[in-house]
């Protein structure tokens, strides 16, 4: 079975910082990553994905993730943080054995404030 | 108009009551899914259907009951509703494929359960 931990559950940012959300994973088998944001009110768009290849990964909005397979991690970074990217992120994972076995298992999510 | 649509977008009902959550797509897509989310618990699997012929349990399916009317409907029922059932609701779907493939979310349906 796999699951997903993100670390901190709030992380607060000044505009213009950098910003650090972290996921580590446990899979069986090589698994399918993504990284998806709630807007407030809003339900959850997906912000980048990892499947095979380049184990850096970008995506919409500025974020781009890392897949660290030794460390099995898949954290999610943007250089400089806007008010607007305060949101609830959530990493989720996908085994990836088949098809027949799609379906995302999601962390806890991390509340990200954007101070001015 | 949104590709995964959510009725209602909020409801109230009382301890005891049927009520039933519904979801369409417009995508296509052959598999839909039902997720529950809770402050500080993300978001947790309740049913899944890979066809119309097709349904499965997640993780907590106990106290609900889906139906999949036809590829493009997908909706939730619970029974006997209580409190603990309060949550926020969402319906996704998927195309199939490897498990890479991205799943699409409704807005979401607001259940209160007094």
């Known amino acids: 079975a796999q699951s997903v931990t993100q670390l901190g559950s709030h992380v607060s940012v000044s505009e213009g910082a950098l910003v650090l959300l972290r996921c580590n994973y446990s899979?069986?088998?090589?698994?399918?990553l993504f990284w998806y944001v709630q807007y407030p009110n809003q339900g959850l768009q997906l912000l980048l994905k990892?499947?095979?290849?380049?184990?850096l990964v970008k995506g919409i909005n500025g974020f781009e993730a890392e897949f660290k397979k030794s460390e099995t991690s898949f954290h999610l970074t943007k250089p400089s943080a806007h008010m607007s990217d305060a949101a609830e992120y959530f990493c989720?994972?996908?085994?990836?054995?088949?098809?027949?076995?799609?379906?995302?298992?999601f962390g806890k999510g991390t509340l990200l404030t954007v101070n001015p | 108009d949104a590709d995964v649509t959510q009725t209602p977008r909020n409801r109230i009902t009382k301890t005891g009551k049927r009520i039933m959550l519904e979801c369409s797509q417009t995508?296509?897509?052959?598999?839909m899914y039902w997720y529950r989310q809770d402050p500080g618990l993300g978001l947790r699997l309740i049913y899944y259907?890979?066809?119309?012929?097709?349904?499965n349990k997640g993780e907590i399916s106990d106290g609900y009951s889906v139906s999949r009317q036809a590829q493009a409907k997908f909706s939730l029922s619970l029974e006997s509703a209580i409190p603990n059932q309060t949550a926020l609701y969402f319906c996704?779907?998927?195309?199939?494929?490897?498990?890479?493939?991205?799943?699409?979310f409704g807005q979401g349906t607001r259940l209160t359960v007094v």
């Open positions: 259907s890979f066809d119309v012929k097709d349904i």
């Open positions: 899979s069986s088998v090589p698994p399918y």
């Open positions: 990892y499947t095979t290849g380049a184990t």
């Open positions: 996704a779907t998927s195309d199939s494929g490897t498990g890479g493939t991205e799943a699409f």
């Open positions: 989720a994972v996908n085994p990836g054995s088949g098809g027949s076995n799609y379906k995302l298992t």
């Open positions: 995508k296509g897509h052959d598999r």
